[in-house]
């Protein structure tokens, strides 16, 4: 509420300075004097709001913009709470029970791109790159071991590829046991990084088609879903084997000694966008000054996070109740630029979460594209599309525009430096920087869907 009621306190002065003038000409020179006024330029349509998140740290641009006073800095009132499932969030912010919410990023590409729930939702933020990893058993990792390189201090040389799980796959289905691993959601991240692990060392995830959602036709790996929270407990019950999950819940599989993360998601695909933050068409197209101060409120949290110092605050800020909850030692584990995969065995890894170095906090069209190629990959769009589609699709749901705006003010009101501002068409260059080297380009997505030796094929020209 600061930016607002500095506003109607400069707005009064001017008029008061200038009530002797009269007529025309001083109300026109207060109009002018009032748009000079710094943060004054957005009148805010709706203050009181509802944001959701699921506790997982990644949601924490949002904990940090209520907590540190960025959303009151632009006259808005949020509530933060906590939901039960990736499901429930979707819902939720389509029914209009939540203004807006961090979300998976494949959530509202989905429901703009025929899987699933439909609804036009649009995202001006990415909340964060990398912070995902995958766990497994302590049993399978028992038997994973020893077909894992090791390097001169006796460690397993990392990053770990599936071919180590492809003999204790092979193991199980000996014994008449299919080997069963959880992910987060259906369209969620999780769910095409560990695909493209377990694919990039020949083993088959599964398929989708548009009368079996449930994605395992010819899998050799059962791949279900998991609320992020319950995996530690599903995994220590032996109901799957393993499991991709944000955290600080493979963290907390290290802490409990029930498993262990053979992998990141940095180590799949570096530097990897991850969550966004999600609100209708309907509501942005009713309150876009609200949109852009949420996301300028968004942008700062991102920039206050990113700075080093700043870490052992936010993992105290995240273990309260109200937000992740955890342990503060499970979180800085991750947070504060290390990560451990066996008890430890505990590694530096600056990058493991970002949340606004490298743009992570620009909504860019080629991020979005990569999941609509992964959702083509295993079916989840059952039918081909043309080349076209792919970018048509995404910008009606990638919003770099509004992005841009709330940007641009924070710029002038002297929050961040023009520098971080990207000079982008909203694609980023094709990159190899994935465990199996293969190369993306998001202006080649049937190009790309091809290269693979496992999923869907389509031909260039539909």
Same mark, same amino acid.
């Given at each position: ?104 990023? /494949?959530? =509202?590409?989905?429901?703009? +791109?025929? !899987? ?5 939702? $649009? #995202? ?121 999950? /944000?955290? =600080?819940?493979?963290?907390? +599989?290290? !802490? ?5 993360? $053979? #992998? ?199």
């Amino acid at each position: 509420m600061k930016s607002t009621i500095k506003k109607s306190i400069g707005f009064l002065l001017v008029m008061v300075f200038l009530s002797a003038c009269g007529g025309k000409e001083a109300k026109k020179s207060a109009e002018t004097a009032e748009a000079k006024i710094p943060g004054t330029s957005l009148e805010i349509e709706k203050p009181q709001l509802t944001f959701g998140f699921i506790k997982l740290t990644d949601m924490a641009p949002l904990a940090i913009a209520k907590e540190k006073g960025f959303f009151e800095d632009e006259g808005l009132f949020v509530s933060v709470e906590a939901q039960s499932n990736w499901k429930n969030v979707l819902d939720r912010v389509i029914d209009g029970q939540l203004d807006g919410s961090h979300m998976l990023a /494949g959530q =509202p590409i989905a429901a703009g +791109a025929g !899987f699933g729930r439909q609804a036009e939702l $649009v #995202t001006p933020f990415s909340m964060d790159l990398n912070g995902n990893g995958i766990t497994v058993s302590n049993d399978v990792w028992s038997k994973m071991k020893p077909n894992v390189p090791k390097g001169a201090d006796g460690k397993p040389l990392h990053p770990i590829k599936a071919d180590a799980l492809k003999p204790v796959i092979s193991e199980y289905k000996n014994s008449g046991k299919p080997f069963k691993m959880g992910m987060v959601f259906p369209v969620s991240t999780h769910n095409y990084e560990i695909r493209y692990w377990l694919a990039a060392s020949g083993i088959h995830p599964g398929m989708y088609t548009s009368d079996n959602v449930q994605g395992q036709i010819d899998a050799e790996v059962l791949l279900s879903v998991t609320p992020p929270p319950q995996m530690p407990a599903t995994l220590e019950a032996g109901t799957i084997y393993g499991y991709c999950v /944000g955290e =600080p819940w493979n963290q907390q +599989a290290v !802490f409990k000694g029930i498993g262990v993360p $053979v #992998t990141t998601n940095y180590d799949i695909w570096k530097n990897n966008p991850e969550k966004v933050f999600v609100m209708t068409k309907k509501f942005v197209d009713e309150n876009p000054n609200t949109a852009v101060a949420v996301t300028k409120a968004l942008i700062r949290a991102g920039k206050w996070l990113d700075e080093p110092s700043n870490r052992a605050e936010a993992v105290k800020i995240l273990s309260m109740p109200q937000y992740v909850g955890a342990d503060e030692v499970v979180l800085a584990n991750s947070m504060t630029g290390t990560f451990e995969f066996e008890k430890g065995d505990k590694r530096s890894m600056p990058d493991f979460n970002v949340f606004y170095k490298y743009h992570a906090t620009y909504p860019f069209y080629s991020d979005g594209i990569w999941f609509l190629t992964q959702m083509r990959r295993w079916g989840q769009i059952p039918e081909p599309k043309a080349a076209g589609w792919y970018e048509e699709t995404i910008k009606d749901i990638y919003r770099p525009d509004i992005w841009k705006k709330a940007a641009d003010l924070l710029v002038t009101e002297g929050h961040i430096p023009a520098s971080d501002i990207p000079d982008t068409d909203g694609y980023k260059p094709a990159t190899s920087d994935f465990i199996d080297g293969n190369t993306f380009d998001a202006k080649d997505p049937i190009g790309y869907i091809n290269s693979f030796e496992i999923g869907n094929k389509d031909q260039t020209e539909l």
